[in-house]
C-alpha cells in the first residue's frame, strides 16, 4: 500500500503510536513496517509471539526491565564475510553483547530462540571487566603489553626530565626578578620588553604563539628530553603495529560468529518490533484476532483509533460498534452524519493492520486475511474528475485478483444518480460473480434488492429527538447533542425493506430555512 493509500486509510498514526525509545527499537519498527504482505504463516505465528508477550508484560517488573534492554541495546556493524571491524565498530559490537545477553537471559523462557554470544562477548574483553566498553587493551597481546608498558616508563622520565628543565629555567627568570614558573607554559605582555629579551636569548623557551597585546611560550625540549621522544616515536609505531596484529586476529575469529551473530541481530529485531506491538495492544485495549477460515467477519467493541483519539482529546466518548457480517457482499444504508464511513474505515484499518501482525482496536475479532484492501477515496491524480479517478483507481483494484476487500463508500456519486445507481448495482454484482469481498455504504436502493446481497442500516437518531434538535437555536448546540445521540449500532435488515430515512429532519436540525425543507418534502 502507498502513503496515499494509508493516508485515506486513516492509518497514518501508525508509526506514531508503535514508536519506541532509542536507535534499536527504531531500527525494530522500520524493519516491522516493512514486512506487511500477508502470509498467513507469518502473521499467524507472529501473533501467537505477541500474545504471549502481552501476558508476560502485564507484569509490571518484567514491562520495565525489557523496556530498559530494548531501549540501551544499540545497532551493530552489520558483518559480513571479509569485512574488517575498527576500534570504532568493535565498540559498538561489545556494547550490543552487552544488552543483549541480558535481554537472552530476560526473554528465555518465552517462544525467542536467541543464540548465546559470550563467547563473542569474551573475545572482545580480554581483562574480564564486565562492561560493555571497549578498547585494545593491554592484555590482547605479549606486544602490545609490552609497548605499552615501555611506553608509561618512558613518559614517566620525560615527565621528570621536563620537570628538571623547568626548574631550571624558572631559575634563570627569578635572577632577573621574574616569578617563579609553575607550567612549562605562560603569556608575557608586549610590554614586558625586557623579561621578552631574556626569554629568547635564554633559549630555554620556544615562541608558540603572538597575539596583539601579548606573546606566549613554552618550554624548549632539553637534548635528553628530545631523545625520550625520539624513542618514545619508536615505541609508538611498534605498538601500532602491534595493534594493527591484535585487530586482524580480532576479525579473523568474528568471521567465524558471522552467522551466529546476524541470526543474533534478526530475532532481537524482531523481540523488539514484538514488543512495541504488545505494548500497543496493552495501551490501546487492542485484541488478537482470529482467522477467520469462512469468510465471515466478526468483530466485537469496534473502534476508530484515530478518531477516539481525536474525540478523547475533545473530552467525548467513542461509540464502539460490532460487525456480523456472513455474506461476502454486504450494503450498508443509513442517515448522513450516522457512521456508515468511519464504520467502513474500521474496518478497513483492521483488515490493513493484519498484513503487518498488529493486534486490533476492539475486544474480539475474527476476520479473513486478504491479499489488498481497496478504499474507493484515493488522492487526486491523473487531472480526472472524482468519478473518473474513482473508476480509474477501481479497474486497478480489480487487476490486482480476486482475494480482496473493497470497501466502497458512496461509489458513483459523482455522476447522475440514475446511470451511478446502476453501475453500483454492476460493480456489486461482478465482486460477488468472482468471490471478493466487499462492505459499501451507499443511499441508493436498486443494489440492496440484488440477489445474494446483505443489507445493513446504521440505527441513526430517533424522530424523538430529531424534532427535539430542530428547536435548539444554537447550532453548536445542536451539533453536541446530535453528535453524543447518535447510535451507531449496525442493524442488518430483512430483504428488501427500506431504512428509515432521515436526511430532511437533519437539515432541519443542522438550521436549514424551513421554506427549502418543506419544499423537499412536497418533492
Known amino acids: 500500500m502507498t502513503k496515499e493509500e494509508l493516508k485515506a486509510l486513516g492509518l497514518d498514526w501508525v508509526p506514531e503510536l508503535l514508536r519506541g525509545e532509542g536507535e534499536f527499537l527504531a531500527g525494530s519498527l522500520r524493519m516491522g513496517l516493512r514486512m506487511d504482505s500477508p502470509q498467513e504463516k507469518r502473521i499467524t505465528v507472529a501473533y501467537a509471539r505477541i500474545n504471549e508477550l ?41 556494547c550490543f553483547v552487552y544488552y543483549y545477553q541480558q535481554l537472552r537471559a530476560l526473554v528465555s523462557p518465552l517462544s525467542y530462540h536467541l543464540p548465546d554470544l559470550e563467547p563473542i562477548f569474551q573475545l572482545l574483553d580480554p581483562e574480564k571487566s564486565g562492561q560493555p566498553g571497549f578498547r585494545l587493551s593491554p592484555a590482547f597481546s ?35 626578578g621574574h616569578q617563579p614558573l609553575k607550567n612549562t607554559e605562560f603569556i608575557l605582555s608586549r610590554s614586558q620588553t625586557g623579561l621578552i629579551k631574556l626569554v629568547e636569548e635564554s633559549g630555554a623557551f620556544l615562541r608558540s604563539a603572538e597575539g596583539v597585546a601579548s606573546l ?25 603495529e602491534a595493534e594493527e596484529q591484535v585487530l586482524e ?86 442517515p448522513n452524519m450516522g457512521g456508515k464511513t468511519i464504520l467502513l474505515l474500521a474496518l478497513g484499518q483492521c483488515a490493513r493492520l493484519m498484513h503487518w501482525a498488529i493486534p486490533l482496536p476492539a475486544d474480539e475479532a475474527e476476520l479473513p486475511l486478504w491479499d489488498f484492501i481497496y478504499y474507493n477515496h484515493d488522492s487526486p491524480r491523473d487531472n480526472l474528475s472524482s468519478f473518473g479517478r474513482e473508476i480509474v483507481s477501481l479497474q486497478r483494484a480489480l487487476a490486482k485478483g480476486k ?12 455522476t447522475n444518480p440514475a446511470e451511478a445507481e446502476a453501475l453500483s448495482s454492476a460493480v456489486l454484482l461482478h465482486l460477488l460473480k468472482r468471490g471478493s469481498t466487499c462492505v459499501a455504504a451507499t443511499h441508493f436502493s436498486a443494489p440492496a434488492l440484488l440477489e445474494g446481497v446483505d443489507q445493513f442500516m446504521m440505527a441513526g437518531l430517533d424522530q424523538a429527538i430529531l424534532k427535539k434538535l430542530s428547536k435548539m437555536a444554537d447550532l453548536s448546540q445542536r451539533l453536541k447533542v446530535l453528535s453524543e445521540a447518535m447510535d451507531y449500532r449496525l442493524i442488518k435488515l430483512k430483504k428488501g425493506q427500506n431504512p428509515a430515512r432521515a436526511a430532511l429532519e437533519i437539515a432541519r436540525a443542522l438550521g436549514l430555512d424551513e421554506e427549502i425543507i418543506k419544499l423537499a418534502e412536497k418533492k
Not at 61 to 87: D, V
Not at 404 to 411: K, S
Request: with cysteine; glycine share 4%.
Open 54 to 94: 502481552v501476558i508476560n508484560l502485564r507484569d509490571k517488573a518484567f514491562q520495565s526491565r525489557l523496556s530498559y534492554l530494548l531501549e540501551a541495546l544499540n545497532l551493530p556493524p552489520k558483518l559480513k564475510e571479509n569485512s574488517f571491524l575498527g576500534i570504532a565498530e568493535l565498540f559498538e559490537l561489545k
Open 142 to 176: 605479549p606486544a602490545l603489553l609490552k609497548t605499552s608498558r615501555k611506553l608509561e616508563e618512558l613518559g614517566q622520565k620525560l615527565k621528570k626530565i621536563r620537570l628538571e628543565d623547568l626548574q631550571k629555567a624558572s631559575l634563570l627568570l627569578q635572577a632577573a
Open 216 to 240: 606566549s611560550y613554552r618550554l624548549a625540549n632539553s637534548p635528553e628530553a628530545e631523545a625520550l621522544l625520539l624513542e618514545m616515536s619508536r615505541v609508538r609505531s611498534a605498538q601500532h
Open 249 to 334: 586476529r580480532l576479525n579473523a575469529k568474528l568471521q567465524k560468529q558471522v552467522k551466529k551473530l546476524n541470526q543474533a541481530l534478526e530475532i532481537s529485531l524482531e523481540l523488539g518490533w514484538d514488543f512495541l506491538r504488545a505494548r500497543f495492544a496493552i495501551r490501546y485495549n487492542c485484541c488478537i484476532p482470529r482467522l477467520s477460515q469462512r469468510g465471515r467477519i466478526v468483530i466485537t467493541g469496534l473502534r476508530n483509533l484515530k478518531l477516539e483519539n481525536q474525540l478523547k482529546e475533545l473530552g467525548q466518548d467513542y461509540q464502539k460498534q460490532d460487525i456480523e457480517l456472513r455474506n461476502r457482499i454486504n450494503l450498508i444504508t443509513g
Open 403 to 414: 482475494n480482496a476487500l473493497f470497501l466502497l463508500d458512496e461509489f458513483a456519486k459523482g
